[in-house]
């Protein structure tokens, strides 16, 4: 078992090996653009500023990766037939997900390390790298990356490219990640709480700047989220024609 899941590892590297190192190169341009651009927005940045726009950095970092990225190369496989290819395979479509998660988690990692460098940099704030703080940034990252995987699997082709720029604009103009929740309305703050963006980087924050309260509410929306696109994505990829 342990080989097949290492030859399918080794697969998705030879397949994706032009692409992941640009991939990695484009996480950090992000990176920095979003925490010297955005930070031309605001004049004075304090304490409490400076840990939203760090935190909103690697969480947008981390969106992109999983749910536009990650979603839209796995939509042109499928695309192109390879997501036929994955099924005809005699290995577990469990074992064929989890090889996948791995390979984007390892290319996202050099985007999450930059933005981190770049925002303490950036802001001289203090970062506090804990046990719990790493599960939460995995846990993130992917959460993300399912939730990408179900959008290739569950939207046509021609979807997919809507989809994930529909999240990324909601997740990069409007919903709290960048900013404080409370500038909102309660309403449009209960809906954002729904999905998993918001919740996971209150985590976040909460983990790695002590800022905030760590609230189990938010752990559970995340988790929630993670096992039902892991279920969709496996159950999609076992569906047989």
């Known amino acids: 078992m342990m080989n097949k899941f290492l030859g399918l590892v080794k697969w998705s590297l030879i397949r994706h090996k032009y692409i ?28 409490i500023s400076a840990v939203y726009l760090a935190t909103g950095t690697i969480a947008i970092g981390m969106i992109a990766v999983g749910c536009v ?4 190369i796995v939509g042109e496989a499928k695309q192109n037939g390879i997501f036929n290819y994955q099924r005809s395979l005699p290995t577990s479509r469990f074992n064929i997900i ?25 802001f001289d704030i203090e970062m506090s790298i804990t046990f719990s703080g790493v599960i939460i940034v995995l846990l993130f990252l ?60 209150n985590l976040l924050r909460a983990s790695l700047f002590d800022v905030g309260s760590f609230k189990f509410l938010n752990l559970l929306t995340v988790i929630a989220w993670c096992v039902a696109c892991f279920a969709l994505s496996l159950s999609t990829l076992s569906k047989k024609d």
């Open 69 to 72: 990225l990650c979603a839209q």
């Open 20 to 47: 992941l190192p640009v991939f990695s190169i484009l996480q950090a341009v992000l990176a920095l653009a979003m925490v010297y651009g955005l930070s031309l927005f605001m004049h004075d940045i304090d304490e």
């Open 98 to 122: 989890i090889a996948d998660i791995f390979i984007w988690g390892l290319a996202a990692l050099p985007g999450v390390i930059v933005s981190c460098i770049a925002a303490l940099l950036r």
């Open 142 to 201: 992917i959460t993300m990356i399912v939730i990408g995987f179900s959008i290739a699997y569950l939207f046509k082709p021609n979807m997919v490219g809507m989809v994930t720029q529909l999240i990324m604009i909601v997740s990069l103009l409007f919903s709290p990640i960048t900013f404080p929740a409370s500038r909102l309305p309660d309403w449009i703050v209960r809906v954002y709480n729904f999905f998993p963006f918001v919740p996971a980087t």
